[in-house]
């Protein structure tokens, strides 16, 4: 499966924050355990809803939560 292009700080935003474990940041935005590791790995990318849920746990804007990089998004030449 391939890495998305949106990257995302959740790991460092959960220590940050006291340390918090993926639990406990799962628990909050009433998710499992298993969406924060994938979301944390570039594996998946949360609904909109999800992402803002996540920047209001951590009291802090959007993009500081996940960055997109256009660029990143360009398409790959063939031959």
Do not use: C
Not at 49 to 58: D, M, N, P, V
């Amino acid at each position: 499966m391939a890495k998305s292009i949106i990257q995302n700080n959740i790991r460092r935003l959960r220590f940050d924050a006291g340390e918090m474990t993926q639990q406990q940041l799962a628990d909050e935005a009433r998710v499992s355990r298993q969406t924060i590791v994938a979301i944390e790995k570039g594996n998946y990318s949360p609904s909109l809803e999800l992402a803002f849920r996540l920047a209001h746990i951590f009291k802090t804007p959007l993009e500081e939560v996940f960055t997109y990089d256009p660029r990143d998004d360009k398409p790959k030449k063939s031959g």
